[in-house]
């Protein structure tokens, strides 16, 4: 739960002009937006709270394949709740609106996530999301 609070606590080191800006990011915006995870973790680096907790921080832009960041870590490197993170974190962002777009639709994300099990994202996870879609999708559109 603490990690779900503060995986992208590491955004705060990122210039708000970025964050909001209501176009596409470039190649250099989007390699320092990818910082966040690093400046996350060095954040909370020395903080007492649990490893995996800062272990999540860093790794919750990490994808099964490795084409995630900041380490292109692969299948079982990557901590079982920060693939649990990761998938929160695309599901929630597709959902929401952004400066440069409106939400996406629920069946987008569908689309996205299961596209992409087993690729990206832990398949079990993805199937329990999807699940949680389909049997609560007022939830889900909400967000929107």
Known sequence: QLAALLHDIG???????????????????????????????????????????????????????GSGYPNHLKGDQIDIQSQIISIADVTSAMLENRPYRVAHK??????????????KYNSTLVDIVIDLMNQQPEFFNARA
């Open 11 to 65: 955004k705060i080191a990122i210039p708000m002009e970025i964050l909001s800006k209501p176009s596409k990011l470039n190649y250099e915006e989007f390699a320092l937006i990818k910082t966040h995870v690093l400046a996350g973790y060095n954040i909370v680096e020395n903080l007492s709270i649990p490893q995996r907790v800062k272990r999540i921080i860093l790794e919750h832009h990490e994808r099964l394949d």
């Open 106 to 119: 629920i069946e987008t994300v569908k689309e996205e996530l299961t596209g992409n099990s087993g690729i």
